[in-house]
């Protein structure tokens, strides 16, 4: 048996390169190189598995979103991130395949690119609705005078807090 039918060199496919993983306990890791997709920003040595059935593929998080409450200034009540990712050694083809996570700390939710676009969708309807329930309360609040009107300093207080002790008026001057 010739060399070359054990061992191939493999051919890596297109839109992905050969990174070294890091396989087992740390004490005992095995590196391998494993062919991760171009988009892949996980560490596979420093965060490699006990196993190579393990191994996934997965984007750093973009921009995520969270919002704070009335009642816990500061807080981060609700948040969501989103990220590429794939299972190599999954069953089902769609988590095989890049796909997109939707992630809000304690639950994941796997999307492909198009429940991803509806997904999208949804949340620009969803955002309008937002916008047209803060309207409906800023009109209510206008009828019955509450809260009760801020003054002058304390208005000013507030684009100072998001702009880094930089007032908008001042940042746009
Ligand atoms: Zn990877």
Redesign the pocket.
Known sequence: MSERSLYPVPEVKPGHRL?P?GIGKPSEQVMVF?E??DW???D?VADGPQHASD????SSNGGGWDTDCLTQPGDRMISLDAYLH?DPTATDPNMRAAHIVLDDESTEAYLTPDMTDRVADDLIAFAAHLRQLAQRARRANALTGTPPRRSRSQVDEAPRRVHGGVRQSEATA
């Open positions: 990174v993983a494993v991760c997709p892949c920003n996980w596979h191994i996934f593929h997965q794939a």
